[in-house]
């Protein structure tokens, strides 16, 4: 498997919302929240930045595939939470 859960990643491409017309552009953070293992698929929480809402997020889960997602490193992790704090 390529991640555990827990596991902060980073994604490589759009991806498509399954039930709307969101797009989650290449380079969200996200946390993986379950792992799949056939086929092998990871459902990930994701926060996007919506300055329009209250908290100025709007959250989403999606599944992803292996080749969608790279695994981010403690060091990234820390400096993508703090960015998206820093946004805050």
Known sequence: MKARIYSQIKTLVDIRVDFSDRIIPIGTVG??????????????????????????YEYDNVILQPDQFSVMQETESSEATMQVESRS
């Open 31 to 56: 946390t993986i929240v379950e792992c799949y293992r056939q086929p092998e698929g990871y459902a990930v929480d994701i926060a996007m930045p919506n300055h329009q809402l209250i908290g100025g």
